[in-house]
């Protein structure tokens, strides 16, 4: 079946560094949803994107236009409130599964 | 904005019985899905449907799980009878669909207790 493939699994960042998340997908996805997990347990969605690039403050998303098979997630200038569970969740062309990533354990040090 | 609700938050009950959890889909979205997230661990696809129907299900799909969207009213998740291994967060989510450049949505999530 459709695979996420999500990395780092885990990440330990100081604050005020960059960092950089990826999913890779076995097969070519329609559109790909980045959301952040927080401590009590919430979705909090990113970013949507069906194509290209899309930027909102310090975040900044891709979706690999042409081949439909990967996106990133990027974090510039990392604060203590960014901590949390990243995941992504891709949908597949044909009947709409969206399948998530195992997530990118994300934590801030001041 | 829209959303989709998830009532109650918390559900426990006790293993063997019959549990359905509720989801208030966006109104005028097309795709319904069900998720099971163990505390801390990966985000589950369980069940997506479409047009009153199951359109794929996964291996976590256990035969005591039933979907249904009557007279497209709640979309609801049945488990009967439950089993301990049953106790997570269950994720609703409803999406537009194609055609559509609009995301899916999710619910807060229902935690289900089995004891």
């Known amino acids: 079946g459709d695979q996420v493939e999500q990395s780092p699994s885990a990440l330990s960042l100081h604050e005020g560094t960059d960092s950089a998340l990826r999913c890779n997908f076995t097969?070519?996805?329609?559109?790909v949803q980045w959301f952040r997990q927080n401590s009590r347990g919430s979705l909090i969605s990113l970013f949507y994107l069906a194509s290209g690039t899309k930027e909102n403050g310090r975040l900044k998303s891709a979706f690999d236009s042409k081949e439909r098979r990967y996106s990133t997630l990027h974090i510039r200038d990392a604060q203590l409130e960014d901590s949390g569970t990243y995941f992504c969740?891709?949908?597949?062309?044909?009947?709409?599964?969206?399948?998530f990533g195992a997530g990118t354990k994300l934590t801030i040090k001041p | 904005g829209p959303k989709v609700l998830q009532i109650p938050s918390h559900q426990i009950i006790d293993m063997g019985q019959m549990v359905t959890l509720n989801c208030d889909p966006v109104?005028?979205?097309?795709?319904f899905y069900w998720y099971k997230q163990i505390l801390g661990q990966q985000m589950e696809f369980l069940v997506n449907f479409y047009n009153g129907k199951v359109m794929e299900k996964s291996k976590l799909f256990k035969d005591q799980f039933s979907v249904e969207r009557p007279d497209g009213s709640y979309f609801t998740l049945k488990i009967q009878p439950t089993a301990l291994e049953d106790s997570a967060v269950y994720f609703c989510a409803s999406s537009p669909g194609t055609g559509y450049n609009q995301a899916p949505l999710f619910g807060e999530g229902t935690r289900l207790s089995v004891l």
């Open positions: 097969t070519t996805m329609r559109s």
């Open positions: 969740a891709a949908a597949n062309y044909g009947n709409e599964k969206i399948t």
């Open positions: 109104s005028n979205h097309l795709y």
